[in-house]
């Protein structure tokens, strides 16, 4: 049965098996080689040395591939970041560079990083505002002296935001910038693509940190790049090569063993995500919620119509400021007072707490990655913690 007939749920739980020859295993071997017997001269695709290709690395590649509807592989990576620098590096020299203004920081560091090094524009808009990303993708007229900056090369996308939980409409952006020839990459870790499918919208590239709902039990650090487009396919790749930033083969494995769950994990997670919001709402210490799955998210329309569902990740603001938030972190018994998300335990931060977080995400927001225990369990302890942090 060709995996393109079946639908995601069944997809995590097959794609990627050997083949089914009597006394075959189940599950794809770990292979723990740095090298393979050859001494032709090189051959595309062939297995020749582990940190060119290695056959670890398919099944998840085979299997984010299909589940993100791409023509071709994945590319799996060492972490999030590691596939995450290699996409920034589509970029061309001098060219310019459209980001959010909130996004995972270090991505917003490495696209800094990168306009430093290469004399790259940056251009930093916010993604919830369609009109002002596709003006600043379009660049100026010409018209006039004052108006003539060039359009974009490359526009990064996150959607829904970490942490502003901010949408971005990807049809809309992927059509302005194919209108000036950019490239349009999404970082689809939030949704997963059994949520949110950029390249059916659109996008030509898509990101993800496999670190977070792929794998799922916080357990491997992993990431990936996913396109249909051969050339930027073979870009990636020749990065991923020469910059050296892999995947191990045991994370390899892991990661595909955590995604055959994905489906009941995430529809268990938004469940609880939307429980947990609709209550907060009327937490007196709660001074505001956000999360896409709210008739009252300012672009919940448009996360409705582009994506299958909310997600797991909600933000909540609490009354008494920066240390009423830090005191909330500090009084959870069962969630865990870590930074990550997309696991199956429920986790929150302050996310101000780290230096590189952007200016504008409030001091009181505490991201809320919800996981997969009983809701009632999760509200009992958020409650309890919320309680307490309250100024005397
Ligand atoms: N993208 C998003 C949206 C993230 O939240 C993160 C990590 O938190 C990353 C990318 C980076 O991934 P990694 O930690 O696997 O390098």
Same mark, same amino acid.
């Given at each position: ?57 398919? /099944? ?67 993604? #919830? ?5 596709? #003006? ?14 060039? /359009?974009?090369?490359? @526009? ?14 990807? *049809? ?8 000036? $020839? ?29 670190? *977070? ?35 191990? /083969? ?6 595909? %063993? ?5 489906? =009941? ?23 505001? @919620? ?12 448009? #996360? ?7 997600? $797991? ?36 931060? %302050?996310? %101000? %707490? ?23 369990? =999760? ?14």
């Amino acid at each position: 049965m060709s995996h393109s007939d079946i639908r995601p749920a069944t997809t995590v739980v097959s794609v990627g098996r050997p083949d089914r020859t009597p006394g075959a295993p189940v599950n794809p071997p770990v292979v723990l080689s740095s090298t393979y017997v050859g001494s032709e001269p090189s051959a595309p695709g062939a297995l020749e040395y582990a940190r060119i290709n290695t056959e670890s690395w398919h /099944p998840m590649e085979q299997a984010i591939g299909e589940l993100e509807r791409a023509d071709r592989p994945g590319l799996l990576f060492g972490s999030g970041m590691a596939a995450i620098s290699a996409a920034l590096d589509l970029t061309p020299p001098g060219g310019v560079l459209v980001v959010p203004r909130h996004a995972y920081h270090a991505s917003l560091v490495a696209a800094r990083e990168l306009a430093d090094r290469c004399g790259v524009e940056i251009r930093s808009v916010d993604i #919830a505002d369609t009109a002002a990303v596709v #003006a600043a993708v379009r660049g100026g007229s010409g018209e006039t002296a004052d108006d003539a900056a060039a /359009p974009a090369d490359l @526009v990064w996308l996150e959607t829904p935001t970490n942490p502003m939980l901010e949408i971005a409409d990807i *049809k809309a952006v992927s059509q302005a910038a194919h209108e000036v $020839g950019a490239v349009v990459v999404v970082d689809n870790t939030f949704a997963t693509p059994l949520l949110q499918r950029p390249l059916e919208l659109g996008a030509d590239v898509v990101v993800h940190s496999v670190t *977070k709902y792929l794998a799922g039990h916080s357990d491997v650090v992993l990431g990936a790049v996913v396109t249909s487009d051969p050339d930027l396919w073979a870009r990636v790749r020749a990065r991923r090569t020469i910059g050296g930033g892999i995947a191990g /083969p045991f994370e390899s494995w892991l990661a595909l %063993r955590g995604l055959r769950t994905l489906a =009941l994990r995430v529809e268990r997670a938004q469940q609880n995500t939307a429980e947990l919001a609709r209550r907060l709402q009327d937490h007196p210490d709660a001074l505001a @919620v956000a999360y896409p799955g709210l008739p009252d998210h300012p672009q919940h329309a448009l #996360a409705a119509e582009q994506m299958d569902g909310f997600g $797991g990740i909600l933000t909540v603001r609490v009354h008494g400021g920066r240390e009423a938030a830090q005191r909330v972190t500090e009084a959870v018994r069962l969630w865990l007072p870590a930074t990550s998300l997309g696991g199956v335990e429920s986790m929150l931060e %302050r996310r %101000r %707490r780290w230096a590189n977080e952007a200016a504008s995400v409030p001091e009181d927001l505490l991201r809320v990655s919800v996981g997969i225990e009983d809701v009632e369990d =999760l509200w009992a302890d958020l409650d309890q913690a919320l309680r307490a942090a309250r100024l005397p």
